[in-house]
């Protein structure tokens, strides 16, 4: 809470206003993104540039102050992807309908499912996304 607007500005610019985790867009959604603290401020986490990330509101609620989650295939604990220091492309895919997000890693299907990136709500507007040429993003 509480980011200097400075630094939003930042963040929105390197993030190019889209969620982190499930990529949606604030054109295409017409809601502000969030900040979110990759590291959750209850863990020690900083407002710095490396720990903060553009989060839609789904994806941060669903987050919390959590930093891991179980990874439905391996049955373990892993770390939940870390949209600074990991690549998106390396951890998550489209299926071939491009409205569903499918983990790649440990950590990709272990943020999928604790952030409900497919959820109903999503899936209902990609679907509408895709149809118009709008989704997925480059
Ligand atoms: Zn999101």
């Not at 949209?83 to 950590?107: A, M, Y």
């Not at 272990?110 to 209902?124: E, P």
């Amino acid at each position: 809470m509480g980011v200097p607007a400075e630094l939003r500005l930042l963040i929105e610019k390197r993030d190019r206003k889209k969620c982190s985790y499930c990529l949606t867009s604030e054109d295409n959604c017409g809601l502000r993104m969030h900040i979110d603290h990759i590291l959750p401020e209850s863990a020690g986490g900083k407002s710095t540039v490396d720990n903060l990330c553009l989060a839609c509101f789904s994806c941060n609620v669903n987050k919390g102050a959590n930093q891991t989650y179980l990874d439905p295939l391996t049955k373990t604990i892993v770390p939940l992807f870390h949209p600074v220091r990991q690549k998106w492309k390396e951890h998550f895919g489209w299926d071939e309908s491009k409205i569903n997000i499918i983990g790649l890693t440990s950590c990709g299907r272990a943020t999928v499912l604790l952030l409900k990136l497919n959820n109903t709500t999503i899936v209902n507007a990609r679907r509408r996304w895709v149809s118009a040429g709008w989704h997925p993003p480059d």
